[in-house]
């Protein structure tokens, strides 16, 4: 019998207009996950009006919002997550970073006793992938860029606060992208949703 996993989607598309791969991508994995019996919630940046964070105060002392917590109370309780973002300048999308300081800071993504000289992330035994959508070639990303910006997020913020197992998959040229290679990658992320991974 196969292991029913309770997943988070991350749509972090800061646009809520319906016509963007990432919200499509997102759709196909979570639909993926369900059809296999697991427990799949989506969560889309794009409906959520919060406050940004703005000095290093905020960050370790201020409490995540109200209208944060449920995504906060998903979070601590999946047993995998998967974030999908469109490269904006590089990196991820500023309001997408902004709900991750929300959501991954000291109240809810670290733990620190009297005596630790260091915080211990919350997040382990969890596992993660991260899909990056971008109008460059994916393998120019990886070989020329060295996937800079996705693995710091890897390295500096999922394997930082617990998450030991997290992969990537990157979808190049997306503007070019006809009607049957988005079809292939909604395929491609149905059967990763099933496979939880």
């Known amino acids: ?3 029913v996993k309770r997943i988070v989607i991350l749509d972090g598309h800061p646009d809520p207009a319906p016509d963007h791969l990432c919200h499509a991508l997102s759709e196909s994995y979570r639909s993926g996950a369900i059809e296999a019996g697991h427990d799949a919630t989506l969560i889309r940046v794009a409906d ?3 406050p940004i964070l703005q000095t290093p105060s905020d960050f370790q002392k201020q409490p995540t919002p109200v209208l944060l917590h449920p995504a906060r109370d998903l979070l601590l309780a999946a047993d995998h997550v998967v974030l999908i973002y469109p490269l904006w300048l590089g990196t991820l999308p500023a309001y997408t970073k902004a709900f991750l ?3 991954f ?3 809810t993504a670290f733990e620190r006793g009297a005596d630790d000289a260091w915080p211990k992330g919350k997040m382990k035994g969890k596992s993660a992938r991260i899909v990056v959508t971008m109008g460059m070639p994916s393998l120019f990303y990886r070989l020329w860029y060295r996937a800079h910006s996705l693995k710091s997020l890897e390295r500096n913020i999922f394997r930082f606060i617990g998450f030991s197992h997290v992969r990537s998959t990157i979808f190049g040229m997306v503007d070019a992208a006809d009607d049957n290679k988005i079809s292939g990658w909604k395929r491609k992320m149905s059967t990763l949703g099933q496979k939880a991974a």
């Open 1 to 3: 019998m196969a292991i």
């Open 48 to 50: 959520l009006d919060f």
């Open 101 to 103: 300081e929300q959501i």
């Open 105 to 107: 800071h000291y109240d």
